[in-house]
């Protein structure tokens, strides 16, 4: 088993920014990847950042690119979505997922992933 706490939401003006976390605990691998989805009131669950475990495979969504940025500190088995220039559209909860299996390229799919934060909100005022 793996747990996931995702936390560092909140409320903030359109252009600002937030930084997420997501602590790992639990049966965590060397070779693994984590993503960060989100999804929004009446909408269906969308890829946000992607990153592997064992190397520096990175991917984005299109809405992402250029703004936010996925890093991870092993370490702390921890690992951060960096959001700036927010805009109301990015309103919505932010999860944090993860998987046991090694991939090359970082995944994108939520068919990918085995373990789920309770995720955190992300409120964007214009």
């Known amino acids: 088993q793996v747990q996931l706490v995702e936390s560092g939401g909140g409320l903030v003006q359109a252009g600002g920014s937030l930084r997420l976390s997501c602590a790992a605990s639990g049966r965590t691998f060397s070779s693994c990847a984590v993503g960060w989805f989100r999804q929004a009131p009446g909408k269906e669950r969308e890829f946000v950042a992607s990153?592997?475990?064992?190397?520096?495979?990175?991917a984005y969504a299109d809405s992402a690119k250029g703004r936010f940025t996925i890093s991870r500190d092993g370490a702390k088995s921890t690992v951060y979505l960096q959001m700036n220039s927010l805009k109301p559209e990015d309103t919505a909860v932010y999860y944090c997922?993860?998987?046991?299996?090694?991939?090359?390229?970082?995944?994108?799919?939520?068919?990918?992933?085995?373990?789920w934060g309770q995720g955190t909100q992300v409120t964007v005022s214009s």
């Open positions: 990153i592997i475990c064992d190397g520096d495979s990175t």
């Open positions: 997922t993860y998987s046991l299996r090694r991939w090359y390229p970082a995944p994108v799919r939520v068919s990918s992933y085995d373990y």
